[in-house]
Structure formats: structure tokens, C-alpha cells
Nanobody
Framework: QVQLAETGGGLVQVGGSLKLSCSGS????????MGWFRQAPGKGREFVAS??????????WYADSVKGRFTISRASAKNTVYLQMDSLKPEDTAVYYC????????????WGQGTQVTVSS
């Protein structure tokens, strides 16, 4: 079983930056790819970014809407994955979730509880 916990959400102005963290725990966590998803009010959950399993070259994937603005990274020694969000827009407002699976983290088996990000104009 993998447990995930997100932190770092909050209120930020348009054009600002925010960094989210997702800490993982569990006996097999080190073998998982990690991803970030978001869900805006009245919309479905959408993929944001993901990073491959440790030891596989830290390959990353991004949604077109965040390419060039968001950066995903992981600190394996800390069992933590980060999402650096720059040049934030009002449409980035959502609850952000991290997820884990053994592939590309685009269809997670495990989820965190979510953290709210609000971008004000």
C-alpha cells in the first residue's frame, strides 16, 4: 500500500509561482512513477504532469496546457515529488492531486487527498 500526502497549495496572483510537494510512504513506494492531476469546479480530473520510476532516467510528461510553465521533479531520497508552477493563470485554479502507479503515473492506483490552488486576477 502506498500513502500520498500533498502540501504547498494556496492563493497566488496571476503570473505568480507556487511549489507543490507530494510525500509518499509505504514499503514499495520507491518503485512507483508519480504524477500530478487537477480538478477544477464542475470539471473532471485532468492529467498535469508525471515522472517515471526512479532509475529509469527521470522521464517526464506534461499536459500541453502547462508545458513551459510547470516542472515536475523528484527527490528519491526524500520520497517526495514536486510540482513547480510558474506563470500561473486563473485557469490553473483547481484542487491538485498526486498519484502513483508502476507505469507513467497517468492512471494512478493510489491518490493523495488533494491541495487547493487558487490563482486570483
Amino acid at each position: 500500500q502506498v500513502q500520498l500526502a500533498e502540501t504547498g497549495g494556496g492563493l497566488v496572483q496571476v503570473g505568480g509561482s507556487l511549489k507543490l510537494s507530494c510525500s509518499g510512504s509505504g514499503p514499495t513506494f520507491s518503485g512507483y512513477a508519480m504524477g500530478w492531476f487537477r480538478q477544477a469546479p464542475g470539471k473532471g480530473r485532468e492529467f498535469v504532469a508525471s515522472i517515471g520510476r526512479p532509475g529509469e532516467g527521470d522521464k517526464t510528461w506534461y499536459a500541453d496546457s502547462v508545458k513551459g510553465r510547470f516542472t515536475i521533479s523528484r527527490a528519491s531520497a526524500k520520497n517526495t515529488v514536486y510540482l513547480q508552477m510558474d506563470s500561473l493563470k486563473p485557469e490553473d485554479t483547481a484542487v491538485y492531486y498526486c498519484g502513483a502507479d508502476r507505469a507513467q503515473a497517468k492512471a494512478p492506483d493510489f491518490w493523495g487527498q488533494g491541495t487547493q490552488v487558487t490563482v486570483s486576477s
